[in-house]
C-alpha cells in the first residue's frame, strides 16, 4: 500500500478555502478497481480519517480522503433561516458548485464533485501506473465503483449525493443531524427518491454523541429509507451483520488516550483517528464495521 498527500492547489487552481492536503491511499496486490472517498466533517482536515481511508486500501480499494469547503456548519448557516430546505440548498451547492443557496458560495472549481474529478485526473496523469483513471468516464466520475462516506457535514452530503447518483455503498457517520422545517421533523432533502438504493447506505453514530444527537441522525436515515431494515442495532460485542440493520449505534468508550483534539471523543469516535477506540491488538475496534459498511463484497 502506499500513502501519500496532495495539496489541493496542485490539482487545480482558483481554490479559496478547504485547503488542507488530500489523502491519498493506493491498494498493494489486491486491488478490486473500486474507490473510497471519505469527506471530513466541519473545519476538519482528511488526515484525521487516515484509519477509515487505510482500511479501504487495505480491503483492496483506492481511497481518497478529500478536502472541500468545509468551513462553516450547515446547522449554523441555517439556523433562524426562513427557507424549508435550507440543509439541502446548501450541501448541493457544496457538492455540485450549482448556485442553489445564498448562503454559501462554491463554485465548480471549489465543489466536492468538482475537487474530486479534477483530483483523479490529476492523480492519473502523475502516476499512470496506479489505476486511477477508470474511475472517470468522459471526465465524469464513474459512480457505480464508487464507495462514499463521510463523517457530521460530510455525512449529509454522502447521503445527499446518494439522491443525485447510483454509488457503491454510502457510510454516514456522526450525521446527519440537519433539521427539518419544523421541530422533530427530518430535514427536507431526505425524503427524496434514493438513487443509491436503501439497501446500500449505512449510518454508524455515538448514543452520547452531543454534537448530532442520536436522534436527529436516527430521525434523518429513517426518512432516506434505512428504517425498511429495521431500527437502531448496536454493534458493541457484536460482529456483521448486525441483524441486517443499517443504523449502526454504539456506546462503547472513545479512546481513553487521543491523540489529537476533537471537538467530541463521542462525535468522533465512529471514524476519527484521535478517538476511535482501538482493540486489544491495536487495531480501530470499529474496523470490522466499517468493512461491513463500505467494503464488503
Known sequence: MTEREVDPRTVASGLVTGLANHQIFVPGTNRRNRLFVMLPGTDAPPRVYRLIARTGAQEGYHAIGLAYPNDDAIVTLCTGSTRPDCSGEVRNEILTGQDTSPLVSVNRVNSVIGRLIDLIAFLDRSFP???????????????????????????????????????????????????????????????????????DQFGFTHTADPLAPVGGNTRNWEAIGLGAFGGQVSVDGRSPPFDGSRQLVTSAPPNPNPTGPTASPQ??????DSVTPLAADGQPLYRPVWVHMLFAP
Open 267 to 272: 462525535h468522533g469516535a465512529p471514524a476519527v
Open 129 to 199: 501506473s496506479e489505476g486511477w483513471g477508470q474511475y472517470l468516464v468522459s471526465g465524469q466520475p464513474d459512480w457505480s465503483r464508487i464507495a462514499v462516506a463521510g463523517h457530521s457535514q460530510g455525512a449529509g452530503l454522502a447521503g445527499f449525493l446518494g439522491k443525485e447518483v447510483r454509488l457503491l455503498r454510502i457510510g454516514m457517520f456522526s450525521g446527519p443531524n440537519d433539521p427539518g422545517p419544523a421541530a422533530g421533523q427530518s430535514a427536507l432533502w431526505t425524503a427524496r427518491p434514493n438513487i443509491t438504493p436503501a439497501g
